[in-house]
């Protein structure tokens, strides 16, 4: 018996003293091992482990000296080599799961990026700011009803100015506003020509926006150009009033500028309209107070109000001139500028930038 | 226009200060521009919209402010007198001059003024000239009515002929400037020449200077169109034309006339003696008729007034009421002729702000343009391809625009180019046929700004057609242009250099954008602006669509470009009618295909496109695509030739192919080949 003990015990120790390289190791929780290391270390426990409880271990031989021993201590000497077995495979286990999760940690250590660095993507294009305007424009008025006409750029004097009951002999007729082509037409000078195009071609009711170029014989300078952009609208229906401008222009400038958005109409002049109103939406910077970080706001010049466009209830001449009889139907129109819309939105203060397609210019926009 | 409040203040008190009053004078159609302090009183600038001729003064605001508080508003008392009746005038063109008074103030003295007109003057931007002169300048801003004051003892016979002025007559007028007339200008002449020119400048010789004596004083009325034209003619813009070009108040000359008299008489010591006023054919009074200008006014405000508060507002604006049907025209109002202008006094007096808000009876579903859609697609790709949105000016310098050719140009149509008159733009004289001229130019500014990595696409529209009888045609072009090496998003390191095949794969990434799949790219040599060798025709279904290739040297050294710049121009307009594309669904394949990659050395003369079209057009059996892999020139291929390598994919759709059968068919392939081409294998 004494004799069995004896060599359990030598079992016992001999993996004791081999093990402590590893438990070493273990205790310092592999502190400072390179990677590399780890790896060998855990290749070399792997092996270890089949050495010393693999079929051929000394423990698993001990398991032969159960029968030798005297057949009332069996029990007893059973369980004491089940013990040292278990000491053994538990603690190469505890040791293997160790290095493992060290190696797995120092793996993700060696993995990590500096996040902060860019993402691999190739430079994105912008739409220039005409574009995006007028899509949000567009997008606003189609959820209201409306549907999106394009036309010429060159028109004939008749859809210029006649059909738009400017007559004769008006300053906006002279070549010193307008430019002609050696063929006599005109470049158009607004886009209401294409109301009247819109109006021949799908008569009344109607109800439409116009998004276009138009074209003025002015010098370029920070608030000009010789070409720019315009909107124009129309709504031709039976009972259309006054009231359904406003309220329009007011719907549409609140979901441009917010709910809060406040809108002015004052008495204006425009052949085409009678009567005729300008425009003007409560200042967005300043939300109207006229001020803006304790200084008069600039966007507004210090008045709160932001003038935008020109509208009215059509002309009956107009009206007429497309076949629309006047007496039973009525409309409104309204019109503005989208470069001057720009330049208040983004504070530009050149707005000859909108067409030299300078691409630190065009990048900033999205 | 500048108004003194101060002034407008003693016409009409209405007890509000400067700043309120200017507000609600906005609300009324008198949009102030600016309002200035100076010197206890307050200067308001108000732009006058050109229908409201009769607000250019002291008089015509005063009137609008009594309107809307309904308070009246008082002038200066002034002498009156009878008109006698004498030979001193005659009216020669009376389609020009409607009226024409005139005044003798006998023996003035010529001085400066006192200081109150000074002051007066000068709160409204006009200079003093000496007292007579600021008179009639005081005059015409306090009531409206330009009016000139003649040295009588200058004038020729002492009497006044409104002529056409004659072919070769010449007049030297009170700035200096000697000036030529003809037939279309109405000049107030004395028995033999020229004196002044009506409604526009007096002249020099005949103006009242410090040893004038006597004046003619001289207040008339004439056609509108008329001053307009001779100031445009002459390029000369007054105080005086401005008013004559919006119309003036012809009742009110007489009294115009005694006002300035008046003050000649208080101011200058003289003594008012001969008038007369010649007034061929009376005016008519306009009268606007409507059935009911209360439902007018509900028809287009939505508001409902009485009939008593509707005559109220018009009374107040100086119409007279006749009947409950006509409304007749203030002498003043030239801007008044329909029911509807009637509608916008009324609304304007009782406010624009008490109409209402309402959203307009919805009877369609909103639609976007019918190539909306698609044109946002394409905008869509182009930006997620790294592609930049600009916009160019429609006109452009037409020798410029010669260096490009266009898309109908490579269709062989020869259609002329749109130019306009009087560009404004120092050579931009032609609507441009193409966008290439205007993104080069984009690519050479961005250059001196030192941007040189560019990616660039305009959508626009071309013009062409000449002609007087027709409109010209208008397309819509796209035109796309890169240069530099790709570039990426936060960070600074360059990528590659773009070349030929970056061009085509953005014009490609356009195309299918817009549904369009299939264009096909050729050899070209016809586009002018693109090097030969890198220049390709654009066709889609056999028509050409456009061009693709690298700007050609002389273009681009022309701009001294260091670096190759790539364009592609696409005929928008055509693409867009096509139809899209449509996905059809095929069945997935049941057996696998058996791939072999070939490398053939060819002369560079044959495309890949030859080579692709022969193996694919010839019905191999069971052959089913061949696919481009690579090119390679260099070690093992001679100088003129180059190696394309080509997979080739065989596939049953009944079973799988064994290797054999593949090796027959494949080696059938590679002999046709060999024969058509003359190609070796690598
Ligand atoms: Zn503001």
Request: with cysteine; glycine share 8%.
């Amino acid at each position: 018996m004494s004799d069995e003990k004896q060599q359990l015990e030598a079992i016992r120790d001999s993996f004791e003293k081999e093990f402590d390289r590893f438990s070493d190791a273990l205790k310092d929780g592999f502190r400072g091992m390179k990677l590399s290391a780890a790896e060998k270390l855990a290749k070399e426990l792997g092996e270890f482990r089949v050495k010393h409880t693999g079929k051929k271990s000394p423990i698993s031989g001990a398991m032969k000296l159960i029968g030798r021993v005297a057949p009332e201590q069996r029990a007893d000497f059973g369980k004491t080599v089940q013990s040292v077995r278990a000491r053994i495979e538990g603690r190469i286990a505890e040791t293997e799961d160790s290095l493992k999760s060290y190696i797995r940690s120092a793996k993700t250590k060696r993995e990590a990026v500096d996040v902060t660095l860019p993402g691999r993507r190739v430079r994105s294009g912008h739409l220039h700011p005409m574009t995006l305007l007028r899509h949000k424009i567009e997008d606003i008025f189609v959820s209201m009803g409306y549907a999106i006409e394009d036309d010429r750029e060159i028109e004939t004097d008749h859809y210029n100015f006649d059909a738009l009951n400017i007559p004769v002999g008006h300053p906006a007729r002279e070549s010193k506003d307008t430019f002609y082509t050696t063929g006599g037409f005109a470049l158009r000078s607004q886009t209401s020509t294409v109301q009247i195009r819109a109006m021949e071609r799908r008569g009344a009711p109607i109800k439409i926006i116009a998004p276009g170029r138009v074209f003025r014989r002015d010098t370029p300078d920070q608030t000009h150009t010789p070409v720019f952009h315009q909107i124009e609208g129309l709504c031709v229906d039976t009972d259309i009033t006054m009231a359904h401008l406003k309220g329009t222009v007011s719907e549409w400038l609140r979901r441009m500028y917010g709910e809060e958005t406040k809108t002015r109409f004052r008495p204006g002049y425009f052949p085409f309209t009678e009567p005729s109103a300008e425009f003007d939406f409560s200042c967005f910077k300043c939300s109207g107070t006229g001020e803006f970080e304790e200084a008069k706001c600039g966007t507004c010049r210090g008045s709160g109000w932001i003038e935008l466009g020109g509208c009215g209830m059509v002309h009956p001449n107009v009206l007429e001139g497309c076949g629309i009889d006047h007496k039973v139907y009525s409309g409104f129109a309204f019109g503005f500028g989208l470069e001057r819309m720009a330049a208040l939105m983004y504070s530009l203060d050149d707005i000859r930038l909108m067409f030299e397609n300078d691409v630190r210019f065009l990048r900033q926009f999205y | 226009m500048l108004i003194s409040y101060n002034w407008l203040n003693e016409m009409v008190p209405v007890g509000l200060g400067a700043y309120e009053l200017a507000e609600k004078l906005t609300l009324i159609g008198l949009e102030i521009d600016g309002v200035h302090e100076r010197d206890g009183d307050v200067i308001f600038d108000i732009e006058i919209t050109s229908n409201r001729g009769d607000c250019l003064s002291h008089l015509g605001v005063a009137r609008e402010v009594s309107a809307y508080f309904d308070k009246p508003y008082k002038l200066e008392s002034q002498i009156e007198e009878t008109p006698s009746i004498t030979d001193r005038v005659s009216i020669e063109a009376p389609d020009l001059c409607y009226r024409f008074t005139s005044r003798i103030v006998r023996g003035v003295k010529v001085g400066p003024s006192p200081p109150w007109l000074v002051e007066r003057l000068e709160a409204v931007g006009e200079r003093p000239i000496n007292n007579i002169a600021d008179i009639t300048n005081f005059v015409m801003h306090e009531l409206g009515q330009p009016m000139h004051a003649f040295d009588l003892d200058s004038l020729n016979g002492r009497k006044i002929v409104v002529r056409r002025a004659a072919k070769g007559e010449k007049i030297a007028t009170l700035d200096e400037e000697v000036r030529d007339l003809d037939p279309s200008i109405l000049a107030i002449c004395d028995t033999d020449k020229p004196v002044a020119i009506a409604g526009v400048m007096g002249g020099l010789e005949s103006g009242v200077t410090e040893s004038t004596a006597d004046v003619l004083l001289e207040v008339a009325c004439f056609d509108r169109d008329s001053i307009r034209k001779t100031s445009a003619r002459l390029n000369l813009s007054t105080e005086a034309s401005y008013r004559f070009e919006r119309g003036v108040d012809i009742e009110n000359l007489v009294k115009a006339s005694n006002r300035a008299a008046s003050l000649m008489s208080e101011i200058a010591g003289g003594d008012p003696q001969e008038f007369s006023d010649e007034f061929p054919s009376k005016r008519k009074a306009v009268s606007v008729e409507t059935e009911s200008l209360e439902r007018e006014f509900r028809r287009l405000t939505g508001i409902e007034l009485t009939d008593a508060e509707i005559e109220g507002y018009l009374k107040g604006l100086g119409f007279e009421i006749r009947g409950a049907s006509s409304f007749e025209v203030p002498s003043w109002r030239h801007d008044v002729s329909i029911p509807e202008d009637l509608v916008e006094e009324v609304a304007r007096i009782h406010g624009y702000d008490r109409i209402g808000e309402a959203l307009p009876p919805s009877r369609s579903a909103g639609e976007y343009h019918h190539l909306e859609q698609r044109k946002r697609r394409l905008r869509t790709a182009l930006v997620a391809a790294g592609f930049d949105e600009a916009m160019s000016y429609s006109f452009v310098d037409g020798a410029a625009a010669s260096a490009y050719s266009t898309v109908d140009e490579m269709r062989g149509d020869e259609t002329p180019l749109v130019l306009i008159n009087d560009p404004i733009i120092e050579g931009a004289n032609l609507m441009r046929p193409t966008l290439l001229t205007g993104m080069i130019e984009a690519v050479h500014k961005n250059f001196n700004h030192r941007e040189s990595d560019l990616r660039l696409f305009e959508i626009g529209r071309t013009f062409r057609g000449l002609s007087e009888s027709s409109l010209p045609e208008e397309k819509e072009m796209l035109a796309v242009v890169l240069t530099g090496r790709e570039s990426f998003e936060n960070t600074s390191a360059a990528g590659r250099a773009y070349d030929f095949f970056d061009l085509k794969a953005a014009v490609e990434t356009a195309a299918e954008a817009i549904g369009i799949r299939g264009l096909e790219f050729a050899v070209a040599t016809e586009p002018r602006h693109l090097q030969v060798g890198q220049s390709a025709l654009v066709r889609f279904r056999e028509t050409i669509v456009g061009a693709v290739g690298r700007l050609e040297s002389t273009l681009a050294d022309g701009y001294k470009f260091k670096q190759p710049v790539y364009v592609a121009e696409l005929d928008l307009s055509f693409l867009l009618e096509e139809p899209e594309s449509v996905a059809v669904y095929k069945p997935l394949d049941v057996y696998p295909s058996v791939v072999r990659d070939v490398s053939l050395v060819v002369t560079e003369n044959i495309s890949l496109s030859k080579i692709l079209e022969v193996v694919s057009s010839a019905g191999f059996e069971n052959f089913e695509k061949a696919t481009y892999v690579d090119t390679y020139t260099g070690e093992g291929v001679e100088e003129g030739e180059r190696s394309v390598t080509i997979r080739f994919e065989y596939r049953s759709p009944e079973r799988t192919l064994t290797d054999k059968e593949v090796d027959q068919v494949h080696s059938e392939v590679l002999s046709s080949l060999e024969s058509t081409f003359s190609a070796r294998f690598r």
